[in-house]
């Protein structure tokens, strides 16, 4: 085949996937309440059914014909037209404020002084006073209410769960003197304390805790230890135990699609809120 053949066999196969694109969006697709139209026989772009025409436009013309196309109808019109639809209706999103809602339902209006709302849900969230076994599982009880009612809601509760109030305003209250008592002890000197321990110790040693697990494995089995150098961490060496070379890796890179090759024992570490929790094979240092 010759380059004149091949060409317009490229322009011709190119003629046939636009005119069969323009069969499935046989009808005028609105988008956007009508600021969009695309309309397949627009007379902008109308296909004569004839090869000749389009034989004997140049690449140039071709190409600004197909990024025409696709300007009109890869867009939404497209989507529209793979999920079959005759026209893209616009949806509208809205916002519906709490306040709103509760003006909808006629609901009471609690007014709470600036900043009680967050002390009491931090004393709740020590009390656990709302918690299921206190107040019921309420996602389950609000789907068994039969009524339709904010009045009616409170009435079927408190038949289901007749002392739920009482108990949970009971254990809040009783936590919040507690910690009434422990915050009328801090002064500034303590929350400074409190800075200094956060920023200094906890962040140091939240960062810098492979040597505490060298440490702790290395006494347990009653051998020697230390940590990498700057030329041994560039190949992946976080320390030594017995002098074996030791990886010190997350539990959740045991889950990881890697195709990484690790060839030296792998201590694995759960951080958690007051300790670490690791996991390695003892014989691998003995």
């Not at 053949?5 to 988008?31: D, G, H, Y």
């Not at 956060?198 to 140091?204: A, E």
């Not at 009653?222 to 560039?234: D, F, M, P, Q, S």
Request: proline residues 4%.
């Amino acid at each position: 085949m010759n380059t004149k053949n091949f060409e317009n066999s490229i322009k011709i196969c190119t003629f046939a996937a636009i005119l069969s694109l323009q069969r499935e969006l046989n009808a005028p697709i609105a988008v956007q309440q009508g600021a969009y139209l695309c309309e397949p026989k627009s007379a902008k772009f109308q296909m004569t059914g004839r090869y000749a025409l389009w034989l004997s436009m140049s690449w140039t013309q071709v190409i600004g014909a197909l990024s025409f196309v696709c300007r009109r109808w890869f867009t939404v019109p497209i989507i529209c037209a793979l999920l079959k639809n005759k026209e893209h209706k616009y949806m509208k999103t809205a916002k519906i404020t709490v306040q709103a809602i509760q003006e909808a339902v006629n609901a009471p209006k609690y007014e709470f002084p600036k900043y009680t709302t967050q002390v009491i849900n931090l004393v709740n969230g020590n009390a656990q006073g709302t918690r299921p076994a206190v107040v019921g599982q309420m996602s389950e009880l609000i789907q068994q209410f039969p009524g339709q009612t904010l009045e009616e809601w409170i009435d079927w509760y408190n038949k289901q769960q007749p002392k739920a109030v009482d108990n949970a305003t009971d254990r809040i209250f009783e936590m919040f003197q507690t910690m009434h008592e422990a915050a009328s002890k801090i002064n500034k000197e303590m929350i400074r304390k409190w800075v200094e321990d956060l920023v200094y110790t906890k962040t140091f040693c939240g960062l810098k805790f492979q040597e505490a697990i060298l440490k702790h494995i290395a006494g347990e089995l009653g051998v020697k230890y230390r940590l990498a150098t700057i030329e041994e961490e560039a190949q992946n060496i976080d320390g030594f135990i017995n002098d074996k070379p030791v990886q010190i890796k997350s539990d959740t890179y045991k889950y990881k699609n890697t195709a990484e090759v690790i060839d030296v024992p792998i201590v694995y570490y759960e951080k958690r809120k007051s300790d670490i929790v690791i996991e390695y094979d003892p014989n691998d240092f003995l």
